[in-house]
């Protein structure tokens, strides 16, 4: 008997219909949640039937686990990349941090999936977050860890603690886009405009170019260089 083996062209048809379920699928969970969302609603947005969306997926459930792991892969994907730059420690930190920055307002939806585990997590319901923190997270952040250290031991960082390095410069972005609606309340300024994101990712450089940097001079010329070559990118609407 023979097997038809698909081509090349079909496979990566396959991929992008899968992409777009996907892309689809984010922006409907980080709506409705997992229980409000409807595969009807993903199916159409994505531009194809129901039936399609069961036969890759199979469930709205595993569905909902494959969009979780499909944003985490980018993430560690991005972050691998940059961590393994050809540049020094410090520079490819200031960089993970603005490119984190840049993801957190640039993909709403996948930002919104994310919080809306934590929350589940937090509350005690079943989450997708463990099985994707051992997977995704802990080796980013023992790479992360691992590259402070050596930043620290070179003499290019400050010899503080590497984990509240991390800490520090990872946590403000969080509390900046947490407390974005919070803001806007009790300051009537919205967060979230461009003029405020442009300004605030620069901040953010900058800041960072003289808290961790032993010698603050370099790490200014760092933090100026990482903004010229890093384009403020638009937000995801699609």
């Keep these: 008997m023979k097997f038809?083996?698909?081509?090349r062209t079909q496979c990566e048809r396959a991929d992008q219909t899968r992409a777009r379920i996907l892309a689809a699928a984010t922006r409907q969970f980080s709506e409705n949640g997992l229980a409000g969302a409807r595969t009807e609603t993903i199916a159409e947005a994505a531009g194809v039937n129901k039936?399609?969306?069961?036969?890759y997926f199979q469930s709205k459930e595993k569905l909902y686990a494959a969009a979780m792991e499909s944003a985490f892969e980018e993430v560690r994907l991005d972050t691998e990349a940059i961590l393994?730059?050809?540049?020094?420690?410090?520079?490819?930190?200031?960089?993970?941090?603005?490119?984190?920055?840049?993801?957190?307002?640039?993909?709403?939806?996948?930002?919104?999936?994310?919080?809306?585990e934590m929350v589940r997590l937090h509350e005690g319901d079943e989450n997708q977050l463990a099985g994707m923190a051992r997977k995704f997270f802990r080796p980013l952040w023992v790479m992360i860890h691992e590259l402070l250290k050596e930043g620290i031991a070179s003499g290019e960082l400050i010899a503080v603690d590497p984990q509240q390095i991390r800490y520090a410069s990872l946590g403000a972005n969080v509390f900046y886009f947490l407390t974005a609606p919070l803001t806007k309340l009790a300051f009537d300024i919205?967060?979230?405009?461009?003029?405020?994101?442009?300004?605030?990712?620069?901040?953010?450089?900058?800041?960072?170019g003289q808290a961790i940097f032993v010698d603050r001079e370099h790490g200014a010329r760092v933090a100026a260089r990482v903004l010229a070559n890093t384009p403020m990118p638009p937000i995801d609407k699609d």
């Design 84 to 116: 393994s730059a050809e540049t020094s420690v410090g520079e490819r930190l200031v960089q993970m941090n603005l490119n984190n920055f840049d993801r957190s307002y640039a993909r709403p939806a996948m930002r919104t999936l994310m919080q809306q």
């Design 190 to 208: 919205n967060p979230m405009e461009k003029s405020a994101l442009e300004y605030r990712r620069q901040a953010v450089v900058e800041y960072l």
């Design 4 to 7: 038809c083996t698909p081509t």
């Design 51 to 55: 039936a399609l969306l069961y036969y």
